[in-house]
């Protein structure tokens, strides 16, 4: 019996395995025969040469940490014997020279979808509703669930987006709150919206009314429950108001210049940096190629992979901007008392991931070769065209919600492990393989696993690219869509009274 292995980078002196592999199996390698030394899972690295202590590991091309004891080919590289080179004052990445951001190239790529009065496109014409504090949480998912009885067949659906925060927040912590639902306010997916406030929490209506500025009032109707005799009744009336309105908006024919997809990877593995991702980077591409926009966030999860990601920085100011972002975010952990290299997650190591800059080095390939144009704080709605940075951390929920509320109006989410999280816009799972995909077939929209099996990525990325065009138009629902999973999750981060 022969397992497959995968050497990313020319320059990498240890492996992926495409399979689980025993002691004494043989290898087919990139250097020829290897055998295996010990029990070494699928989606885990095994050296390809022999090694000294103090080595560096080398995978994507870039160092991910180095060796505390000496390694022989053939052995397991992980946590027991690889330890992260990460730091407080680490390496600071280099300028390398403005690039001039091309020019859209022409693309026959389009998608049918909803055309707002600012210009921008949903690809969903729902009715949303937004609560202020967490005290009405209760009235904003009845109001929802009922005009999705009432008016469902009309509209793409109604759905409300509750969340615990609103009351007792103060400054900044106040502030993300604010940015973050006035970012789902107005966003192009909601044809209508419905704002139900309290009437006595910190999160006033007026002042979040006032935060999602540019919004069309015309689709947009609030209240105070305190103010009103039922609130029930208020938000049902107000939802057939903005029903009247959205049920005359249309798909209409659109390039694939309007689309601004999110790109968020949860539950990675040893595989994901090799399938799923690179394929994610593909589409990042092709999209921004013809014009299109992308939101890559993360920003703990850019460590160690800042020098490969910020030389795509358009200019000078983009990339000082960016690097400040994740220097930013490096203080953020250290003002907390936490070391900046404790990221990947006891799922991630089980899965082959075993150093902070391994899992960087993978997570960035999402945004394939594309030009960095945009840095964007949290919640801060995201400009048209190129590749965007988000200040957010890398949490599945506040991640992809930072996304969705910057202006997203789809997702694609890879996974090794499998998730069955949903957020306010369509939500396409990506998994690294096909067991997960197998085994999850209620939570995985797509498998990039052909890739391990040689089905090129011209192939697999047009696939794709094909269903991704096809839930943007609503011809198909997403997986999350189907099970009716839409959550969101906001960053806390200040003083609670």
């Given at each position: 019996?022969?397992?497959?292995?995968?050497?990313?980078?020319?320059?990498?002196?240890?492996?992926?395995?495409?399979?689980?592999?025993?002691?004494?199996?043989?290898?087919?390698?990139?250097?020829?025969?290897?055998?295996?030394?010990?029990?070494?899972?699928?989606?885990?690295?095994?050296?390809?040469?022999?090694?000294?202590?103090?080595?560096?590991?080398?995978?994507?091309?870039?160092?991910?940490?180095?060796?505390?004891?000496?390694?022989?080919?053939?052995?397991?590289?992980?946590?027991?014997?690889?330890?992260?080179?990460?730091?407080?004052?680490?390496?600071?990445?280099?300028?390398?020279?403005?690039?001039?951001?091309?020019?859209?190239?022409?693309?026959?790529?389009?998608?049918?979808?909803?055309?707002?009065?600012?210009?921008?496109?949903?690809?969903?014409?729902?009715?949303?509703?937004?609560?202020?504090?967490?005290?009405?949480?209760?009235?904003?998912?009845?109001?929802?669930?009922?005009?999705?009885?009432?008016?469902?067949?009309?509209?793409?659906?109604?759905?409300?987006?509750?969340?615990?925060?609103?009351?007792?927040?103060?400054?900044?912590?106040?502030?993300?709150?604010?940015?973050?639902?006035?970012?789902?306010?107005?966003?192009?997916?909601?044809?209508g919206v419905i704002v139900v406030g309290?009437?006595?929490?910190?999160?006033?209506?007026?002042?979040?009314?006032?935060?999602?500025?540019?919004?069309?009032?015309?689709?947009?109707?609030?209240?105070?429950?305190?103010?009103?005799?039922?609130?029930?009744?208020?938000?049902?009336?107000?939802?057939?108001?903005?029903?009247?309105?959205?049920?005359?908006?249309?798909?209409?024919?659109?390039?694939?210049?309007?689309?601004?997809?999110?790109?968020?990877?949860?539950?990675?593995?040893?595989?994901?940096?090799?399938?799923?991702?690179?394929?994610?980077?593909?589409?990042?591409?092709?999209?921004?190629?013809?014009?299109?926009?992308?939101?890559?966030?993360?920003?703990?999860?850019?460590?160690?992979?800042?020098?490969?990601?910020?030389?795509?920085?358009?200019?000078?100011?983009?990339?000082?901007?960016?690097?400040?972002?994740?220097?930013?975010?490096?203080?953020?952990?250290?003002?907390?008392?936490?070391?900046?290299?404790?990221?990947?997650?006891?799922?991630?190591?089980?899965?082959?991931?075993?150093?902070?800059?391994?899992?960087?080095?993978?997570?960035?390939?999402?945004?394939?070769?594309?030009?960095?144009?945009?840095?964007?704080?949290?919640?801060?709605?995201?400009?048209k065209g190129g590749m965007a940075l988000?200040?957010?951390?890398?949490?599945?929920?506040?991640?992809?919600?930072?996304?969705?509320?910057?202006?997203?109006?789809?997702?694609?989410?890879?996974?090794?492990?499998?998730?069955?999280?949903?957020?306010?816009?369509?939500?396409?799972?990506?998994?690294?393989?096909?067991?997960?995909?197998?085994?999850?077939?209620?939570?995985?929209?797509?498998?990039?696993?052909?890739?391990?099996?040689?089905?090129?990525?011209?192939?697999?990325?047009?696939?794709?690219?094909?269903?991704?065009?096809?839930?943007?138009?609503?011809?198909?629902?997403?997986?999350?869509?189907?099970?009716?999973?839409?959550?969101?999750?906001?960053?806390?981060?200040?003083?609670?009274?």
């Amino acid at each position: 019996m022969t397992v497959r292995l995968i050497r990313v980078h020319p320059d990498d002196n240890v492996g992926v395995l495409l399979g689980p592999v025993d002691a004494g199996v043989a290898m087919i390698g990139p250097d020829g025969a290897l055998i295996a030394q010990e029990t070494i899972a699928r989606g885990h690295k095994i050296a390809l040469v022999d090694l000294p202590a103090g080595s560096a590991i080398v995978k994507y091309g870039y160092p991910i940490g180095s060796l505390d004891q000496p390694v022989r080919a053939g052995e397991w590289v992980h946590s027991h014997n690889l330890t992260t080179d990460l730091s407080e004052g680490g390496p600071q990445p280099q300028f390398s020279g403005s690039i001039a951001p091309a020019l859209p190239l022409a693309s026959d790529l389009t998608f049918q979808g909803y055309r707002r009065a600012d210009g921008r496109v949903g690809t969903r014409n729902e009715l949303w509703v937004i609560n202020t504090v967490g005290c009405v949480n209760h009235a904003a998912t009845i109001i929802a669930e009922q005009a999705q009885i009432r008016f469902g067949h009309l509209i793409d659906g109604a759905h409300a987006f509750v969340h615990p925060f609103g009351c007792s927040q103060l400054g900044d912590d106040l502030a993300m709150t604010q940015r973050i639902l006035a970012g789902l306010i107005r966003h192009p997916n909601a044809g209508g919206v419905i704002v139900v406030g309290l009437g006595c929490e910190n999160n006033q209506l007026a002042a979040l009314m006032a935060a999602a500025r540019g919004v069309d009032r015309a689709r947009v109707r609030f209240f105070n429950a305190q103010e009103v005799e039922d609130e029930i009744e208020e938000g049902l009336a107000a939802a057939a108001e903005l029903v009247d309105v959205m049920r005359h908006d249309a798909r209409t024919p659109c390039p694939l210049s309007d689309l601004v997809i999110g790109v968020k990877c949860g539950g990675s593995d040893g595989l994901s940096g090799l399938t799923a991702n690179p394929l994610v980077g593909r589409i990042t591409d092709r999209t921004t190629a013809a014009g299109g926009t992308i939101i890559l966030s993360e920003v703990p999860e850019m460590f160690g992979a800042e020098q490969h990601l910020l030389k795509r920085a358009a200019d000078r100011a983009t990339f000082d901007k960016a690097n400040a972002m994740i220097e930013g975010f490096k203080r953020y952990f250290i003002d907390h008392g936490q070391p900046v290299y404790e990221n990947p997650s006891p799922g991630n190591k089980a899965g082959g991931l075993t150093t902070l800059e391994e899992k960087s080095l993978g997570a960035v390939q999402k945004g394939g070769g594309a030009t960095i144009t945009q840095v964007l704080d949290y919640g801060e709605a995201v400009g048209k065209g190129g590749m965007a940075l988000l200040r957010s951390p890398g949490n599945d929920a506040v991640s992809s919600t930072a996304e969705v509320a910057s202006g997203a109006t789809l997702l694609l989410f890879t996974t090794g492990r499998g998730t069955p999280l949903g957020f306010p816009v369509p939500t396409i799972k990506i998994a690294s393989n096909d067991d997960v995909a197998r085994r999850k077939p209620q939570w995985i929209d797509f498998s990039a696993g052909p890739l391990l099996d040689g089905i090129p990525m011209d192939s697999v990325s047009q696939t794709c690219m094909d269903l991704i065009l096809a839930i943007a138009s609503g011809r198909r629902l997403t997986r999350n869509e189907e099970n009716g999973i839409r959550e969101i999750a906001i960053w806390k981060d200040g003083v609670t009274l």
